[in-house]
C-alpha cells in the first residue's frame, strides 16, 4: 500500500532549526501536490505548506513564512521541510499528505517540540 512516513522532528530550543522528510513508498511524489500539516496538542490539524508537482511552485500559511521551507526532491522520492526560527508555537505533530485533500492515510507524523 503506498504510503507517506515523515521523519526529523525532535526536541529543539526557540531559535532553532529542524528539516523533516516525508518519504514516499509505494507511489512517487511527483504525481501529487504534497503539503505539510501540523496538530498541536488540543488542537485540529492545519495545512502549513504545499508544493506543486508540477513547477514546484509553493504555497506557506503566514505563520510559518519566512522561516519554513518545503521543498522536493523527486529522484529521493521525498518532500521536505526546512524549518528555521523556530517558536514555542510551532511545537507540534507534523505529517505530511496529498493537497488540499489527502489521499494517502494519515502517517504516525513526527512530534517538534520547541522549548527551552
Known amino acids: 500500500q503506498a504510503r507517506l512516513v515523515e521523519s526529523g522532528g525532535g526536541l529543539v530550543q526557540p531559535g532553532g532549526s529542524l528539516r523533516l522528510s516525508c518519504a514516499a513508498s509505494?507511489?512517487?511524489?511527483?504525481?501529487?501536490?504534497i503539503g505539510w500539516f501540523r496538530q498541536a496538542p488540543g488542537k485540529g490539524r492545519e495545512g502549513i505548506a504545499c508544493i506543486s508537482p508540477i513547477d514546484g511552485s509553493t504555497y506557506h500559511v503566514p505563520s510559518v513564512k519566512g522561516r519554513f521551507t518545503i521543498a522536493r526532491d523527486n529522484a529521493k522520492n521525498t518532500v521536505y521541510l526546512e524549518m528555521n526560527s523556530l517558536k514555542p508555537e510551532d511545537t507540534a505533530v507534523y505529517y505530511c499528505?496529498?493537497?488540499?485533500?489527502?489521499?494517502?492515510?494519515w502517517g504516525q507524523g513526527t512530534q517538534v517540540t520547541v522549548s527551552s
Open positions: 509505494g507511489s512517487t511524489v511527483d504525481d501529487y501536490a
Open positions: 499528505n496529498t493537497a488540499p485533500k489527502a489521499l494517502f492515510p
